[in-house]
């Protein structure tokens, strides 16, 4: 009878708690976290193209963008952030439209979109660290070294621009140089593909072939390890 009372009481209280919150499956905020976890973008897109028809906002219209640039739509991107673009009036959108232009291949227009956001605000990590990629894409590394460091004091994550710069050292096949930004990484428990390959395949052509060995292993990355580390010894730093 005790137990009873006990369930009792529970069910009461949760009852009584649903009957003063909004029901979730309607609230907005709610169903966009549902969706967006779910990375159902098309029903995002819907949501927001239809907020826009009925009240265009610079909020409502990046949102909107932000979406298509997540289902890899990049001339809507393009469209949609245009207004907000030749105003000059958003950070945020200078930063999804240079993205956009970068991942396109449109290097040139994406750094001119960056130095105009960066003189507008000159503390925006990440406009920095889309310059270095940049950069280092153009085997420019002076300049995507200067742009990665520039991001690293605007406190952009250690995991980002240790990579990053890693990446531009392997490039350049500075292999201890790589290994000195991505060993504190790993050793810190990040475990990002990128950064434990990378690893690897620095520690490889550094000639540190057992301390690769042993990353391999205990990551479980190969049912043959060293057939791994040879097949990588093959591979040059350009094919990465």
């Known amino acids: 009878m005790k137990n009873l009372f006990i369930i009792m009481a529970i069910v009461i209280v949760f009852i009584g708690c649903s009957s003063k919150n909004p029901n979730f499956f309607t609230d907005e905020i709610y169903q966009e976290k549902v969706l967006l976890a779910a990375k159902n973008y098309k029903d995002?897109?819907?949501?927001?193209r239809e907020k826009l028809e009925k009240k265009d906002t610079p909020k409502t219209r990046l949102k909107l963008a932000q979406y298509y640039y997540e289902a890899q739509d990049y001339h809507s991107v393009f469209y949609y952030l245009h207004p907000l673009v030749e105003a000059k009036s958003s950070p945020e959108a200078l930063l999804l439209y240079s993205k956009a232009l970068e991942i396109m291949g449109n290097h040139k227009e994406?750094?001119?979109?960056l130095d105009i956001l960066t003189n507008i605000n000159k503390n925006i990590a990440e406009a920095y660290n889309l310059k270095g990629i940049i950069y280092a894409s153009l085997k420019k590394f002076v300049l995507a070294k200067q742009n990665f460091l520039q991001a690293k004091e605007l406190f952009l994550k250690d995991s980002i621009i240790n990579t990053n710069l890693a990446m531009m050292a392997?490039?350049?096949?500075?292999?201890?140089?790589a290994i000195n930004y991505l060993m504190p990484l790993y050793k810190r428990g990040y475990k990002d593909s990128k950064i434990i390959n990378n690893l690897i395949f620095a520690l490889i052509k550094d000639n540190k072939s057992n301390i690769a060995l042993e990353i391999i292993q205990k990551e479980n990355l190969s049912k043959s390890p060293r057939n791994f580390v040879r097949n990588l010894q093959k591979v040059k730093a350009k094919n990465l």
């Open 110 to 113: 994406a750094l001119e979109m």
């Open 170 to 177: 392997i490039l350049e096949q500075k292999y201890p140089e």
């Open 44 to 48: 995002l897109i819907k949501i927001y």
